[in-house]
């Protein structure tokens, strides 16, 4: 049987005095690439900021690797596995690239695996290699959600959180970023992607669930879900 890594049972999340998420389940498994898409405002950031131990949760529960994380800090989630590109990057501006990944590394102490590693960054995204000694805050958009990838794939974890990795990107950075998920999964990382662009984050799934007004609506295998009459109408613009 397919071991859960991650599971969100009951989910009730207030931001910002609203109640985002109403009583959110669902869960990931050992080994699959998740996708949970949804209109702007529909609660998937909030719900991934839960997870993640940035913002409180009202009600319910999150169990990883079968332990309630409720309450745990994004630090000791990492240490965990559990690691998060959030949206809008969050890179360091003021550090170099390497910096970057470096930071990404803060839990290990494994120096010669740490260099190997931002090797394997450089190879998977070329143009931070040639762009190591650059400054984060002065990369495009693109280049910064490569950096935070491979920030956070430094810390190797387990689970690997993307919340909406597409957004505000050229059509030919959206190519560059799905592929690289495509490749991380490849390489055995469980994925849960949060995303607006429903077609591209179906396309690549095994299951998706559809978040609408902070309940979950649907869920079934992605390549059911890209040919339902609904989620066609509602998310592929059809």
């Known amino acids: 049987m397919t071991k859960t890594l991650l599971k969100v049972t009951g989910l009730k999340v207030s931001y910002g005095g609203i109640q985002a ?26 719900t991934m900021k839960a997870i993640t131990g940035t913002l409180a949760i009202n009600a319910g ?27 809008g990057r969050g890179v360091f501006t003021r550090m170099t690239i390497t910096e970057n990944l470096q930071m990404g590394a803060y839990i290990r102490n494994d120096k010669q695996d740490i260099e190997a590693d931002i090797e394997k960054m450089f190879t998977i995204f070329p143009r931070l290699r040639e762009r190591k000694d650059q400054l984060a805050g002065t990369m495009s958009g693109g280049e910064q959600q490569m950096l935070a990838m491979g920030r956070a794939l430094m810390s190797r974890p387990k689970v690997l959180l993307l919340d909406e990795p597409s957004m505000g990107l050229s059509p030919i950075m959206v190519d560059k970023i799905f592929e690289v998920i495509r490749d991380v999964y490849a390489q055995g990382v469980t994925v849960l992607l949060v995303e607006q662009n429903a077609s591209r984050a179906l396309g690549i799934a095994n299951r998706g669930y559809v978040m609408e007004s ?11 879900m890209l040919n339902d009459p609904k989620v066609r109408a509602a998310y592929l613009g059809e």
Request: proline share 3%.
């Open 21 to 46: 998420v109403k009583g959110v389940d669902f869960e990931v498994h050992e080994g699959e690439l998740v996708s949970l898409i949804g209109s702007n405002g529909a609660g998937k950031t909030t």
């Open 214 to 224: 902070g309940i979950v609506t649907m869920t079934g295998e992605a390549k059911h």
């Open 61 to 87: 529960d999150i169990e990883y690797l079968g332990k309630s994380i409720k309450g745990q800090g994004p630090w000791d989630l990492v240490k965990q596995g559990l690691a998060m590109v959030p949206e």
